[in-house]
């Protein structure tokens, strides 16, 4: 990046603020009357010219006004913005809400992403906490029919893996439970590995159990993250420039093909890396799904057991200062809370 003059810098804060703020090219006349600049336009012009050649800004019409590159999003965020953190009172009552959910996690990451989506009036989205290595908290045998049996397994840091098994032959409910809670006591805080070493001990239906659990283990370890919730894409197809365009298409692609944000996710944001929040603008050259996006990413959780990823799919046109700091402030919040059910 080309190093800026400090006028130069507030040249290219302004037409970035006022450019997310209005959605339309921001002319010299109007940055120094809105900002009321003991410059004349005809310097702020220049200036603007300036970071054009250097491309951090762009022209896209002759008659028109200025709008920020990729480039200039870019030193804004890594160079001129300051950071803030959300209003005291925003984070008591974003806090309190949390606190009321009981230690349900499914519920803890849909208020996750009603908040990020309210708070950064873009999109939201947020993995459920996924253990590096799955460890068991607590196993259910519930019958169905015949030989058919739900098998829910709950690890700890809160994930639920259900499933529909056949037992060689059917079992009463009674022994199905008994079976459940011999488990549980035995496997209680075992990786796989370890309930494998385990396994030659098993006779008959707990050995038939054994296989299962050792099985959806193997498969869980193999994601790279939870679910993906996802809220608040009104909010960015409702945005000027992506309102009826190839872009809310776009737009609409990236959430509805959940591999793409799965890799994404897989590939941006280190696992150990808690509450380091990261802004991905354009696409960085890498994803072309994203050139007219920005994504503000967090991890949440405790390294080495469970960890999740939280953060914020909007236009490169959002406001950074407002959706890094609620991403931050949210993946703090959710590493406690995580932190304290693995403590349970």
Do not use: C
Request: charged share 20%; hydrophobic share 40%.
């Amino acid at each position: 990046m080309a190093e800026l003059t400090e006028r130069q810098k507030l040249v290219l804060t302004l037409v970035i603020h006022e450019y997310i703020r209005t959605a339309v090219p921001v002319g010299s006349q109007h940055v120094v009357e809105h900002y009321r600049l003991d410059l004349s336009p005809a310097t702020v012009r220049n200036e603007m010219a300036v970071l054009t050649e250097l491309g951090y800004l762009r022209q896209p019409h002759t008659s028109a006004g200025r709008v920020p590159s990729e480039e200039g999003y870019r030193y804004f965020v890594g160079r001129l913005l300051q950071e803030t953190e959300l209003p005291d009172n925003t984070r008591r009552t974003i806090s309190h809400q949390f606190y009321q959910m009981n230690n349900d996690v499914e519920q803890w990451m849909r208020l996750a992403a009603s908040v990020l989506a309210h708070q950064s009036k873009a999109a939201s989205l947020i993995t459920a906490p996924h253990p590096d290595q799955a460890h068991i908290k607590h196993l259910e045998l519930i019958s169905t029919r015949g030989r058919q049996v739900l098998m829910v397994l709950v690890m700890a840091g809160g994930e639920i893996h259900q499933r529909i098994m056949t037992s060689n032959e059917p079992f009463s409910q009674e022994v199905l439970s008994s079976t459940a809670n011999r488990l549980t006591n035995m496997f209680q805080g075992l990786d796989v590995q370890s309930i494998q070493v385990l396994r030659p001990q098993m006779q008959g239906f707990d050995q038939e159990v054994v296989d299962w659990i050792i099985d959806d283990m193997k498969q869980g370890n193999a994601l790279v993250s939870g679910e993906v919730i996802l809220d608040g894409l009104t909010n960015v197809l409702a945005e000027p420039e992506f309102a009826g365009s190839e872009e809310a298409r776009r737009a609409l692609h990236i959430i509805e093909e959940r591999s793409l944000l799965q890799e994404l996710l897989a590939r941006t944001v280190p696992t150990d890396n808690i509450g380091g929040v990261q802004v991905l603008i354009g696409g960085e050259g890498t994803w072309d799904e994203l050139r007219q996006f920005s994504v503000v990413l967090a991890r949440y959780g405790t390294p080495g057991l469970v960890t999740g990823t939280l953060g914020v799919l909007g236009p490169m046109r959002m406001y950074y200062g407002r959706t890094i700091s609620t991403v931050r402030y949210l993946s703090n919040l959710l590493s406690d809370l995580v932190s304290e059910t693995l403590l349970e």
